[in-house]
């Protein structure tokens, strides 16, 4: 029998039509008069699949006869937003399917709307993973994006009574139709049990005894590059339990309970913890992190390597690219591999795992470094203890070879930590490991150097690089404003949206008045789609003519809302008594998006004063409608799409040297809207790269923070200092917020007065003298268009599609294919 290779439909309407109709009624039971929209959007979502089919088929095929180097992206995160346009544009069959469906009777925009979005991530470090297999893709890089299918993703947020309470996110409820199962490539994962030596015909080996497993079932999503028809590919694991799932822990032979102990297994991909940063040791974190590196590396080598391929090659035909330190598990995992199954030497296996495994860091926050007790790492994984221990043990004889037998820096250096109990520290795991170590912006990674990992850098200072991080400008530019991304194509041409840096072209339309005038109608008509989508989500609508002021982002206290806060809370004052004349205030729309950790009290607090706030200040008639504060529910990728490209301007007001780096500061550049902000994370770079005269800086710099930290840092007296933040804090604890009762907010004002762990108070007057510029330069309308458009024209640099150039030339060493 001759096998038909596989063909995509015909890529014209007709064809498109019919593929769409015949999906309707052979995948989803209905004619198209019986379809309701969610069937609709089902048969469209496979009838772009049925198009990029054959070449996801050619790609994995190439990938195993071709001894390109391959990518794999090791993330417990992906935060991917809405699948269907993305994979329209990157199919170019956005045009055809509008046209084809429009035949069918059905508005397109109708089924876009249907689409939950897979939020498998929390914040930056999961939207950036899939930011970077967006270009990789677009680049041609043979990429495999490696992570977990969670069967809830980051919960959906609600208020009651300006309060976040959590929902579950249960994305998979209407249909995934962007994955595949593969249950006959599923690994089987083990863990805990005990480790024993035997004799392997006169080796002495270990082997490690597990006591349970469970099986880690792949689905596969499409990850097309734009218009270059190559179709990677992102293998998400999910949790089944074995047939031969070992009960004896759990079972007293009761059949039923035997079959719910089933789900002890099952709950590895039941759910990503929704916490940021503050890792809190759980053992099932643990478990999903050895659940999906054990499964990912194990299937890079058994299903993508040739079955003859000798392992001493790893490193030229593999990196393995540690996103944060929650893959780490992978170095003594690979070493049990090479080791205990393959049966290298030990020293040689090191080579090997040194070669394929590189590290970057996203954080500079001291509690947000993850660390796991020997004991519960012990227990799950008592093999990769031991591996971790001589991995250690070998490490400081090389320090002291280097330095000496100095006890301090020894302890200092040591994987394991003593206190305040024995401990494992996975970033330190990962230097010694890596073959580079990256920080995310140039400022973090000089902290990095310095500070946090600064004896590791004295004894490799090459290992040490920075990546400054980039965003996808097909998503976040192309997709999320089309208005703009016409005036721009037609203004430089298309190439633009995989050239970024081309967008310096606009440098020169920046004095023209027509083209200022194209652009900032723009912004009009993007300010008009996003209150759309607020009403649409039962929110207020925007004000027309107002300034939009927007901070989204994870809701933490090094991030500095409470800032945010202060500053509206002082406008208002100011009006209402006086100090202001409200002619001088411009109006303004805050707009805030953030979910705050479940369990994080203090960034709940938070949320309740925005929203306390927000109420009292929008109603009051004495500010005459100047100010306004929108907070919709449950900002996630989909609505940042909105946002962003409606926003004038972009809050980005972190305590220098906390945030690493930031990304959505480089989608509000791009799309238009001018910083206010500190020089902290990636704002260094924006600034310099649009100019201070087109960025409103404020603020301590890192080492003014130091200083004052050192010198002993006192909130009070900046509270006496400072008649405006008096005023405004006295309003709060006076219960102006909290229909009199001063209990409420109390918590917040006391740790603002007498902690203040993120100097919001220091940096108070700062800020607020730079609100003052913000309000005069928009004044000036003009002047204002003008530097939203430099902005756009000088941040190419933020493409994520450069951060993979670094990487690649950098740390990976490998090349795009053919
Ligand atoms: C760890 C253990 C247990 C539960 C959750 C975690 C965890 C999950 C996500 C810890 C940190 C997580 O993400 C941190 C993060 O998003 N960092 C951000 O990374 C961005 C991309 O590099 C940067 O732009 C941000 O500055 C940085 O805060």
């Known amino acids: 029998l001759a096998i038909a290779p596989v063909v995509a439909p015909a890529a014209s309407v007709d064809g498109f039509a019919k593929q769409f109709l015949q999906n309707l009624n052979f995948d989803q039971g209905v004619t198209l008069s019986t379809s309701d929209v969610n069937d609709q959007y089902l048969a469209l979502a496979y ?61 397109i925009d109708d089924l876009r709307q249907v689409e939950i979005e897979p939020g498998l991530g929390n914040g930056g470090l999961g939207r950036l993973a899939a930011c970077f297999i967006d270009s990789l893709a677009t680049m041609s890089v043979p990429t495999i994006g490696y992570g977990i299918r969670y069967e809830y993703g980051i919960f959906r947020q609600a208020f009651a009574d300006g309060q976040q309470i959590e929902q579950p996110d249960a994305w998979l409820r209407m249909g995934s139709p962007w994955d595949f199962a593969h249950p006959e490539a599923a690994q089987t994962i083990s863990f805990a049990g005990t480790t024993e030596t035997y004799d392997d015909d006169g080796v002495e080996r270990t082997r490690w005894v597990p006591e349970w497993n469970v099986l880690a079932v792949p689905y596969n999503m499409m990850v097309p590059g734009y218009h270059n028809g190559r179709v990677n590919t992102l293998r998400l694991w999910r949790a089944v339990a074995t047939n031969a799932f070992d009960l004896h822990t759990f079972n007293s032979g009761d059949y039923v309970q035997s079959v719910r102990a089933q789900t002890f297994a099952e709950n590895i991909s039941k759910v990503l913890y929704p916490e940021d940063s503050t890792p809190q040791g759980k053992e099932l974190r643990l478990q999903q992190q050895y659940f999906f590196v054990a499964a990912s590396i194990a299937d890079f080598i058994e299903n993508v390597l040739p079955g003859d391929f000798d392992l001493e090659q790893l490193p030229e035909r593999v990196i393995f690219q540690l996103n944060d330190t929650h893959p780490v598990i992978g170095v003594p995992e690979l070493m049990r591999v090479l080791v205990d199954e393959k049966k290298l030497e030990w020293d040689a296996a090191w080579a090997i795992t040194q070669k394929c495994f590189a590290y970057t860091c996203h954080t500079l926050l001291p509690e947000a470094l993850e660390v796991w007790s020997v004991d519960l790492l012990g227990r799950l994984l008592p093999r990769h203890l031991e591996i971790i221990y001589r991995i250690n043990d070998e490490f400081l004889l090389e320090v002291r070879e280097r330095f000496g037998d100095d006890e301090m820096l020894i302890r200092n250096m040591s994987i394991i930590g003593e206190h305040p109990y024995r401990s494992v520290r996975m970033a330190y795991l990962a230097t010694v490991a890596g073959s580079k170590v990256n920080g995310v912006a140039e400022l973090h990674s000089q902290l990095l150097r310095d500070n946090v990992l600064k004896d590791f850098a004295a004894m490799w200072p090459d290992k040490f690089t920075n990546v400054t991080n980039g965003v996808t400008p097909r998503r976040f530019l192309r997709l999320a404003n089309p208005d703009l991304s016409a005036l721009i194509t037609e203004a430089l041409g298309a190439g633009w949206t995989v050239d970024l840096e081309r967008l310096r072209g606009l440098e020169a339309l920046a004095d023209d008045a027509d083209f200022r005038e194209r652009f900032a109608a723009v912004k009009v008509s993007n300010k008009r789609r996003l209150s759309r989508v607020l009403e649409a989500r039962g929110e207020d609508a925007l004000d027309d003519g107002h300034m939009l002021d927007v901070m989204i982002k994870r809701l933490h206290e090094y991030k500095r809302q409470t800032l945010k806060v202060l500053h509206i ?44 706030v927000g109420e009292v200040v929008s109603a009051d008639e004495r500010v005459q409608g100047k100010l306004k504060v929108l907070y919709p529910a449950n900002y996630n990728v989909t609505l940042a799409e909105s946002i962003i490209p409606a926003a004038d301007l972009s809050e980005q007001i972190s305590l220098a040297g906390k945030e690493a780096s930031g990304t959505g500061n480089m989608k509000l550049a791009l799309n238009g809207a001018l910083t206010i902000g500190t020089d902290d994370g990636a704002n260094v770079e924006i600034r310099k790269l649009v100019g201070d005269d087109n960025f409103f800086l404020f603020g301590m710099s890192e080492p003014e923070v130091e200083a004052l930290w050192a010198e002993g840092y006192r909130p009070a007296d900046f509270y006496q200092g400072d008649e405006r933040l008096r005023s405004a804090i006295d309003l709060i604890a006076a219960g102006a917020f909290s229909g009199g009762d001063r209990t409420v907010f109390e918590p917040l004002v006391s740790n603002l007065l007498y902690e203040d762990r993120f100097m919001a108070l220091a940096d108070f007057s700062s800020y607020l003298d730079a609100q003052d510029r913000v309000d005069a330069a928009y004044a000036d309308q003009d002047g204002w268009v003008r530097a939203a458009i430099l902005n756009v024209a000088r941040s190419g640099y933020f493409s994520s599609d450069r951060a993979m150039r670094d990487y690649l030339e950098r740390i990976w060493h490998a090349t795009p294919v053919s």
């Not at 996801?56 to 699948?83: H, I, N, P």
């Not at 100011?574 to 009290?601: E, H, M, N």
Request: proline letters at 1%; aromatic letters at 8%.
């Open 569 to 612: 809370v002082s406008t208002y004052e100011g009006i209402v008594s006086g100090r202001l004349d409200i002619a001088d205030v411009q109006a303004r729309t805050f707009l805030f998006g953030a979910k705050a950790a479940p369990g994080y009290g203090m960034a709940k607090r938070i949320i309740h004063l925005i929203n306390a």
């Open 47 to 107: 009838t772009v699949r049925d198009y990029l089919m054959a070449r996801w088929f050619d790609d994995r095929a190439q990938q195993k006869t071709q001894q390109a180097k391959t990518v794999c992206y090791l993330s417990a995160e992906y935060l991917l937003g809405r699948q269907l346009d993305n994979n329209l544009l990157a199919a170019r069959l956005t045009d055809i399917a509008t046209e084809a469906l429009a035949q069918c009777g059905i508005d």
